[in-house]
């Protein structure tokens, strides 16, 4: 067999300037070969490693006289077999076709690019370190970049309204990329990005995109320097007004630059979207008294090239770059493009992509809880019916956490096709698999090995691109997730949980998910009722809670807010209903739950009391009391001196009077359950 080596390089080993991209769009690409003869391939793999292959999946490169070759088991060099449409080989090609292990020549692409992800493992202090503000009101800088031979053809008005405007409905749009983080924050995040330029940098663009002799970009980060310098002298850029945090350190700089770029299949001279920073590449740039560090890039148009039109891109390769500033990884795996993690269910993995880039997909529930939008429960071990809608509009999910290893856990979401999540292919339960690892995190290196850290199970037990739909529960007749269903609930180290997931449902109107957690209400724990704190003082209190008749102990969970954070206390295996807490912080804010064991079993947390420390009332005892309900008003009858106080089912107190004569009259204002302590004594009341 020849042996052929690239004359155009199409497999990339990128250098660490390009450390966290987007996966290459995996569109179809049509090209004709020098005979006349046309070839389907699809652009593969990411800025470390990318490359080209057929409709049937064998990689292919294109040899010093045109024509796209198959390559050998090396994954480096190319075969003498000129490639064709699987429908157009002879029986000639497909015999020559045996000596090429398809797996083989994957894995030596695959080695090419593992080199260049370890250097990144180099910097994930610096990573952790660099992650942007993700609450707030805070301004975010873009520059619009113009190269000597390549301009911009979009009116800077079109990219500031695709970027802040409320509602932007271009190409097909449902929002701006300041709609799409106030959507996933619920608020929480509001960025205005401040749009400036287009600036005119000084050399063409294959001096920056250019691929050198290993398909490494050349030089993007003299771009970006170039580029910042020239927006504070021409354009007046004030950079201090971007370090939102004050640590002398500007968030982030997000550059997007003239024409199409090579993730999408443009040329080799464009640049691959990407996020890094400055000083990892030698530069040392300070601007207004700011390090200029962090920096991302995406281009202005999408598309393959010229003949695919000059439409703007949609915000979804910025959204999946600016989100790397905020601290979120890549999601996809690279290592193999066989194999699935989350693909178009994740921003950070194939959803930038959805409806063209113009309606990414929104935020799952890991990714909202990791910028601190939401937390995400654990059901622990009380067996429930669980109920969840729309992670989009609730922020709600749950987690079940391998008892031996508390990073590792499958979360559970309800996801549906509207919003920004209405070009995903199917709706219903999502559970995703979660093995953390901070350094795996740190250095953007989760879903590159055998075994993946972060991954969607699909319901259908096929993990590929081409079966998207199957991925939800419930799927045909697939409605648990168990130790012994298939796919199992089998966590990252192997270990294989029996905590089973049965029973679920989906409401297509409502869009919302049911499913019974260790055999559901059958089998639930009766929760305790948490009581109204006694014997307040400014530095104690005793919490107290009903018995419950079949519970072996229970867990009493205190914490406190005095507008700072604070650690919460656990006392578990308490078999007792009360518990005196002393030493707290004067003129705080508590609050406690308590949840009843019962065998292996717990169950879900009690009401929410809450307590104003040094906020107790001198009261004294009472023996003989009674405690009933008249038209609206509670009567408390007894002998002896003190004081009769009235909470809610919240703990809340709504009524309180000293015991005069024997009797103290209360009006709770409402209908409803209410209790009431008078000394030592507790009574529960209905008002009607």
């Not at 083989?104 to 250097?119: E, I, S």
């Not at 804010?589 to 079993?601: I, K």
């Not at 007894?638 to 809340?652: F, I, K, R």
């Amino acid at each position: 067999m020849t042996t052929r080596f690239y004359f155009s390089l199409l497999v990339g080993c990128v250098m660490a300037a390009s450390v966290y991209g987007v996966p290459a769009r995996r569109t179809p690409l049509v090209v004709t070969q020098p005979d006349g003869t046309q070839l389907t391939i699809t652009l593969m793999g990411d800025e470390f490693v990318h490359y080209y292959v057929t409709n049937d999946g064998l990689p292919v490169g294109i040899g010093e006289d045109g024509f796209y070759y198959y390559l050998n088991d090396d994954g480096a060099t190319l075969s003498d077999i000129v490639a064709k449409n699987p429908d157009d080989r002879s029986e000639t090609d497909q015999q020559l076709l045996e000596s090429i292990d398809r797996a083989a020549a994957l894995d030596g692409l695959n080695r090419r690019g593992m080199v260049q992800r370890a250097k990144r493992k180099a910097l994930p202090q610096q990573r952790a370190a660099r992650a942007a503000t993700t609450e707030g009101d805070i301004h975010g800088l873009i520059l619009l970049v113009n190269f000597s031979d390549v301009k911009f053809v979009t009116p800077v008005e079109d990219v500031e309204a695709m970027m802040n405007e409320e509602g932007y409905s271009k190409n097909g749009s449902i929002g701006s990329a300041r709609d799409y983080f106030i959507d996933q924050s619920g608020g929480k995040f509001s960025p205005t990005f401040d749009v400036v330029g287009p600036i005119d940098l000084p050399m063409n663009m294959a001096y920056y995109g250019g691929n050198d002799s290993r398909g490494n970009d050349l030089r993007p980060e003299q771009m970006v320097a170039q580029a910042c310098r020239t927006a504070s002298r021409q354009f007046d850029v004030d950079f201090s007004r971007y370090d939102n945090d004050g640590d002398g350190v500007l968030d982030l700089v997000f550059l997007i630059y003239a024409g199409y770029n090579e993730a999408e299949g443009a040329e080799p001279n464009t640049i691959w979207p990407h996020m890094f920073y400055l000083t990892a590449t030698g530069q040392n740039l300070r601007i207004d008294g700011c390090l200029v560090d962090t920096y991302a890039c995406t281009s202005e148009l999408t598309g393959d090239g010229p003949l695919s039109g000059q439409r703007l891109a949609g915000i979804g390769t910025f959204v999946h770059e600016f989100s790397h500033t905020l601290g979120l990884p890549d999601f996809y795996n690279t290592d193999n493009p066989d194999d699935f993690t989350l693909d178009v269910w994740s921003v950070m993995d194939y959803g930038n992509y959805n409806a063209d880039g113009y309606v990414p997909v929104g935020y799952s529930a890991y990714e909202r809880a990791f910028c601190g939008w939401t937390s995400i429960r654990d059901l622990g071990v009380a067996p429930q019916a669980v109920t969840l809608e729309n992670v989009a509009k609730s922020f709600d999910a749950c987690k079940i956490v391998n008892p031996d290893d508390e990073n590792e856990y499958f979360i559970f979401e309800s996801r549906a096709q509207e919003g920004w999540d209405q070009y995903l292919p199917s709706s219903g339960l999502m559970i995703t698999s979660v093995a953390y690892d901070q350094d795996a995190w740190d250095s953007n290196d989760l879903n590159n090995g055998s075994k993946k850290r972060v991954y969607v199970v699909a319901a259908d037990n096929i993990y590929n691109g081409y079966t998207l739909a199957g991925d939800l529960y419930p799927y045909m007749d697939n409605d648990a997730f168990t130790a012994s269903s298939r796919p199992a609930m089998q966590t990252y180290s192997g270990a294989v949980l029996d905590r089973p997931v049965t029973a679920i449902t989906k409401d297509d109107e409502t869009q919302t998910v049911t499913f019974d957690y260790l055999g559901g209400a059958a089998n639930a724990v009766p929760v305790p009722v948490a009581l109204p704190a006694g014997e307040v003082t400014p530095t104690s209190f005793v919490a107290s809670w009903e018995p419950v008749a079949t519970a072996d102990s229970y867990r009493l969970t205190v914490w406190m807010t005095d507008g700072e954070e604070s650690d919460t206390t656990v006392y578990d295996n308490l078999t007792v209903t009360e518990m005196p807490l002393e030493g707290l912080v004067e003129g705080a804010n508590y609050y406690y739950t308590v949840a009843a064991h019962q065998g292996e079993y717990d169950s879900v947390e009690s009401n929410v009391i809450s307590v104003h420390s040094g906020s107790g009332i001198a009261s004294g005892e009472m023996v003989d009391v009674s405690v009933y309900a008249v038209d609206g008003t509670i009567i408390v009858t007894g002998a002896g001196d003190a004081v009769a106080a009235v909470y809610d089912l919240a703990g809340v107190r709504v009524a309180s009077s000293q015991v005069v004569g024997g009797m103290a009259r209360l009006v709770p204002g409402a209908p409803g359950i209410y209790v009431v302590r008078v000394g030592e004594t507790v009574r529960k009341v209905v008002v009607d």
